[in-house]
């Protein structure tokens, strides 16, 4: 079995392998263009919830692992790890609870004109905003927190993190580890030449702390839009679109603020940061997979999360691990 292991990428699913196969005694050095601040995951909100990945029947048992995994580091201080009620919304008719929520203990918002105490009472004010809702307790990664804890963590485990390292190809990193795993989120497209991933670019607004908002506002209907309170701050989005560009558009910004503040029923309030990230949707599905690199070695691949890499990146470790293992 090799034990020394590169991985390309320290998003939340390099630093999530990186943690685990450290901790089973392999020796791990991460490379990647950026780490953790600034890729990909230090853009997301980072709610659990199977959103915009496929296909459901291989991510949902994905998601329900790493979901007890997230809910055990939420009773441990200082992960970034906590959970929260979240409230999803239809603005077209009613909505239904899907069949892995119900055990989540999922139900349905009897009437949202008593939506609960706090700001979201105003979300009664228009009746025809929202048509129907259900809530459900998750966990919610803040991701300010969070990738330094999983840094950290993957440190302590003797592991080692190597920034502003680029590679053309995986056969580029060094002949000494055996085993190479790629989490290159998007750039895996380029990476290792798959077509089948492609951008879906997503914007934010970093706003401050909204008085009274204690759950995360969610509505997948268009405009897509979710207001999630984190511990200093708070995300407003967002979008979903094809798109390669990681330039924030002003217009989109006040669009977004613009239609949290009307589900809040808040003035609008100033924007601290606007952030754009590029979800890694894989059409023909996420990919973990081992195979063979052009000289011999082994790799393993771990990319194509879409819009989901927090809610399934424990149990996508886990399978790497066992793929590490074979
Ligand atoms: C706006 C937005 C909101 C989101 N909300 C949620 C949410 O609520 N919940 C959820 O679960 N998910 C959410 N996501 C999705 C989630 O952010 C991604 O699925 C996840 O970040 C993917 O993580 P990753 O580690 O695979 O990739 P990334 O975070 O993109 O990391 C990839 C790493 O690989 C490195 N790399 C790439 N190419 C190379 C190369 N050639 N050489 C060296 N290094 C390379 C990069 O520098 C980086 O370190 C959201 C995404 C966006 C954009």
């Avoid at 790493?66 to 790890?81: K, M, R």
């Avoid at 919304?89 to 939506?115: H, K």
Wanted: hydrophobic share 40%.
């Amino acid at each position: 079995m090799e034990r020394n292991v590169a991985i390309i990428g320290a998003g939340v699913s390099g630093l999530t392998c990186g943690i685990v196969l450290a901790e089973h005694g392999y020796r791990i050095a991460i490379f990647a263009k950026d780490i953790a601040q600034q890729t990909t995951s230090s853009v997301a909100a980072a709610v659990w919830f199977p959103y915009h990945v496929e296909p459901a029947e291989r991510v949902i048992p994905l998601a329900l692992e790493t979901y007890q995994v997230l809910l055990d580091l939420a009773g441990v201080p200082d992960t970034g790890v906590s959970m929260i009620e979240s409230r999803q919304f239809s603005r077209t008719g009613e909505i239904e609870i899907p069949d892995w929520a119900i055990p989540l203990g999922a139900s349905v918002i009897p009437s949202l004109s008593v939506v609960s105490s706090g700001v979201e009472t105003s979300l009664a004010k228009d009746p025809s905003f929202f048509k129907s809702g259900f809530s459900l307790s998750v966990p919610l990664t803040d991701t300010t927190i969070y990738l330094d804890y999983l840094a950290a963590r993957f440190r302590k485990a003797g592991g080692e993190i190597h920034s502003n390292v680029r590679f053309e190809k995986p056969e580029d990193v060094e002949r000494k580890f055996g085993l190479v795993i790629n989490c290159a989120g998007i750039g895996a497209r380029e990476l290792v030449q798959d077509a089948d991933l492609e951008p879906h670019r997503g914007q934010v607004a970093i706003v401050p702390k909204i008085q009274g908002l204690s759950t995360a506002i969610v509505c997948d209907d268009a405009p897509l839009t979710y207001a999630i309170p984190r511990a200093n701050d708070c995300v407003f989005g967002g979008t979903n679109e094809l798109s390669d560009s990681l330039t924030a558009d002003p217009a989109t910004t006040l669009r977004i603020v613009t239609e949290c503040s009307r589900a809040l029923n808040v003035d609008k309030p100033r924007v601290l940061a606007e952030r754009v990230g590029l979800r890694p949707f894989r059409k023909s599905g996420v990919r973990i997979e081992r195979g063979q690199l052009r000289d011999g070695r082994t790799v393993i691949h771990n990319y194509g999360h879409g819009g989901a890499g927090f809610t399934l990146s424990w149990a996508c470790a886990r399978e790497v691990l066992e793929a590490a293992a074979l």
